[in-house]
């Protein structure tokens, strides 16, 4: 979005149906781990990750969404275990916290000053698209708002 250039393109995955007959496990137990692994505070992609390395009493678990149905998202919903934040929006806005922080010991910074902004018009992209569902109607993005929402 923010430079000059163009898309990579990264491999595909594999196409299948269900999952592999190595990875039996039972949902109950995949949906429980994944809740577990929630209230540990890890985030959606750290949660699949350790699904994917760790898995489930030993067993790895390839893709969530076809050993259970769900995604894990959805998991997360249904269990009351999500964040108050969508973790894209949370990651930025962690980000525009370090890069002001950063900007305050370093005015001269001027490449980080751009990533700044950069990093907040995304932002505020992110917030338009939530505002109504994930966010308030009235929700603005600030610097003071993402500090209180985030500490």
């Known amino acids: 979005m923010h430079t000059r250039r163009r898309g990579s393109s990264g491999s595909d995955k594999p196409v299948a149906d269900e999952p592999p007959e190595w990875s039996d496990v ?3 137990d995949i949906e429980e781990r994944v809740v577990e692994l929630a ?27 076809l050993a259970t ?3 894990l998202t959805e998991i997360l919903e249904e269990h009351d275990a999500d964040g108050d934040l969508p973790a894209d929006l949370r990651n930025l ?18 490449q980080n000053k751009r990533a700044l902004q950069n990093t907040e018009s995304k932002i505020r992209r992110l917030v338009s698209y939530y505002r109504g569902d994930a966010l308030d109607e009235d929700f603005r993005y600030s610097y003071d708002v993402a500090v209180e929402l985030l500490e």
């Open 26 to 28: 039972d949902e109950a």
């Open 39 to 65: 209230e540990q505070g890890h985030d959606p992609s750290v949660i699949g990750m350790k699904l994917r390395d760790e898995g489930v009493k030993g067993t790895p678990i390839p893709d969530v969404k």
């Open 69 to 71: 149905g769900k995604k």
């Open 93 to 110: 806005m962690e980000r525009a916290i370090r890069l002001r922080r950063h900007m305050e010991e370093n005015p001269q910074d001027h």
